[in-house]
T-cell receptor
Framework: GAVVSQHPSWVICKSGTSVKIECRSL??????MFWYRQFPKQSLMLMAT?????????EQGVEKDKFLINHASLTLSTLTVTSAHPEDSSFYIC?????????????FGPGTRLTVT | GENVEQHPSTLSVQEGDSAVIKCTYS??????FPWYKQELGKGPQLIID?????GEKKDQRIAVTLNKTAKHFSLHITETQPEDSAVYFC???????????????FGIGTKLQVIP
């Protein structure tokens, strides 16, 4: 199997506070994880690529000081939204890359709904 | 960079009929083409994928075809059922075999509605 979990599944926070989202690969080790953001009725936008033990690679236009990513182990990556504002409200989804018999496949977590009031 | 176009954006079919979703990609170096199904409020679920060395792949009611020359690939769902209703995303990436930087570029999604 290839199961990726996220916690929490939803969170409501006040403007100015920080929120941490966890992404775990439950039955495999993932040297690489990805963080996506999805707006309603839109496609997934890659925010950053997270490699275990090294700094994350952020996509153009994504503020690395606002979206802190830590990939401290082979099964856990965290995304911290710092000083959250209402415009940060979104559906955040992580994925983990799993090496298969031939190549590398990506499996997604269930997502985290963030609402900033 | 890679650009993936997907159509149609919405698709309604009668239960039992077939559904076809088409995608094109721009980067000839892409070698991995997964399809994801996303139900409301959930993360995308990998349903089938195809690699660049294969022209067609089938898994029960789902099949995917790839035309590398034309740079397009399609998802075919036969004998559709109401539980097939969801948003389907096509995607393309490279370095599938090497595990190098492997950004997955998604299409815009197709909302499939299967009418009972």
């Amino acid at each position: 199997g290839a199961v990726v979990s996220q916690h929490p599944s939803w969170v409501i926070c006040k403007s100015g506070t920080s929120v941490k989202i966890e992404c775990r690969s439950l039955d495999f080790q993932a040297t690489t994880m990805f963080w996506y953001r999805q707006f309603p009725k839109q496609s997934l936008m890659l925010m950053a690529t997270s490699n275990e033990g090294s700094k994350a690679t952020y996509e153009q236009g994504v503020e690395k000081d606002k979206f802190l990513i830590n990939h401290a182990s082979l099964t856990l990556s965290t995304l911290t939204v710092t000083s959250a504002h209402p415009e940060d409200s979104s559906f955040y989804i992580c994925s983990a890359r799993k090496p298969g018999p031939v190549g590398y496949e990506q499996y997604f977590g269930p997502g985290t709904r963030l609402t900033v009031t | 960079g890679e650009n993936v176009e997907q159509h149609p954006s919405t698709l309604s079919v009668q239960e039992g009929d077939s559904a076809v979703i088409k995608c094109t990609y721009s980067d000839s170096a892409s070698n991995y083409f997964p399809w994801y199904k996303q139900e409301l409020g959930k993360g995308p679920q990998l349903i089938i994928d195809i690699r660049s060395n294969v022209g067609e792949k089938k898994d029960q009611r789902i099949a995917v075809t790839l035309n590398k020359t034309a740079k397009h690939f399609s998802l075919h769902i036969t004998e559709t059922q109401p539980e097939d209703s969801a948003v389907y995303f096509c995607a393309a990436s490279k370095n599938f075999y090497s595990g190098g930087y492997q950004k997955v570029t998604f299409g815009i999604g197709t909302k499939l509605q299967v009418i009972p």
